[in-house]
């Protein structure tokens, strides 16, 4: 057989094959179009697109990240140490089809303003105003909190000032309760006590690539899995200069909040927002112990532990975009 004819015959097979499993994509695809989804399963199928914002507050420009349908039901993200609202991109991407979620860069982090220590006062209540701040200039009258590792602190001020404005509470890996405070608080709880240079040496170790890498990949099932990118992009904005001043400044303001934890309880007690805890039982930093508390004091609590740890988005993301569509269906008719 000569070539040319071996090329044609290749040619034509490519072409029938090609055409056969058009066909059945396409049939695969009509057919998914034909099942509607159930009102829990409302993760987003289509490519859902991420706006970059900067807002003035108080003559600081906060950035933020905003996904989703303008009339949509909020919810508005609050991110943990060390990072920013980049921890919430993958949610909003899974979510953004059927709400509108918000999430702020705090000063100091991310991409908004980072005046010097000296200019500005880092403390959480200080964080907490620049955010209802935020909340007012974007004129968000109600929303669900999404409040990680210090977005509860910063979550639970703007709740118990506005009560009204919460429709609900999305807990991941957020302290309020002292049960949650066990052997990782320690050197905090010294600095706390004594804010010298002394005390506040160990606590330095917490601001390296190390101490970064470690809050993304202990007590995960598998560490191979999560993206380092997560500590490289957080360790670029911990490493500018004077940032470790900030980072320690919240160190120390960070032993205000247990006096708060009365006060957020009886919030709990008094307003009963629906809340959906999901929480990586494997963190060292905020343990499970934590978590079982809220149950005392919510009637209406959805309660799951993740075998994973501390920023449980990264290895958990899908089971608790899940899980929120499926709370936000329930609690938001």
């Known amino acids: ?17 090609g055409s056969a499993l058009a066909i059945g994509l396409g049939q695969g695809v009509a057919q998914a179009a034909a099942q509607k989804p159930t009102p829990e399963q409302v993760i987003a199928v289509e490519e859902v697109q991420i706006l970059h914002k900067t807002i003035t507050v108080d003559g600081l420009d906060i950035f933020y990240r905003e996904a989703g349908p303008k009339e949509a039901p909020i919810i508005l993200l609050l991110h943990g140490f060390p990072t920013s609202s980049q921890m919430f991109v993958q949610l909003m991407k899974d979510l953004g089809g059927s709400y509108r979620l918000i999430a702020p860069d705090y000063p100091g982090f991310g991409n908004s303003s980072m005046p010097a220590i000296d200019a500005f006062d880092y403390t959480f209540d200080n964080l907490a105003n620049v955010v209802g701040g ?27 000032e506005n009560p009204e404005r919460v429709t609900g ?22 600095y706390w006590a004594d804010r010298t ?18 809050q993304y990949t202990h007590g995960t099932r598998n560490p191979e899995a999560i993206d380092p990118d ?26 205000s ?66 899980e929120i569509a499926e709370f936000m269906a329930r609690n938001q008719e």
């Not at 057989?1 to 490519?14: D, E, P, Q, W």
């Not at 997560?230 to 303001?253: A, C, E, H, T």
């Open 230 to 255: 997560n500590w490289i992009v957080d360790q670029y904005f911990q490493d500018r200069p004077g940032n470790k001043d900030i980072q320690l400044q919240l160190f120390y303001s960070y032993g």
């Open 257 to 322: 909040n247990p006096p708060l934890y009365p006060a957020w309880q009886e919030y709990f007690r008094t307003h009963q927002p629906p809340t959906l805890v999901v929480w990586g039982k494997n963190d060292f930093i905020f343990p499970a112990e934590g978590a079982h508390p809220y149950k005392r004091d919510l009637k209406n609590i959805e309660f799951h532990l993740l075998d994973t740890g501390h920023f449980a988005l990264e290895e958990d993301g899908k089971v608790i975009a899940e």
């Open 169 to 190: 509470l999305i807990v991941q890996n957020g302290n309020a309760y002292v049960e949650g405070l066990l052997e990782f608080w320690d050197p905090f709880r010294a």
């Open 1 to 17: 057989m000569s070539k040319s004819i071996k090329n044609l015959l290749s040619s034509c097979t490519r072409l029938i094959i």
């Open 134 to 160: 935020f909340v007012e200039a974007l004129e968000l009258q109600s929303y669900t909190l999404y409040v990680m590792d210090y977005g509860a602190p910063v979550g639970y001020r703007l709740a118990t």
């Open 197 to 214: 240079d002394e005390n506040a040496e160990p606590l330095k170790g917490f601001l390296n690539l190390g101490a970064t890498k470690w």
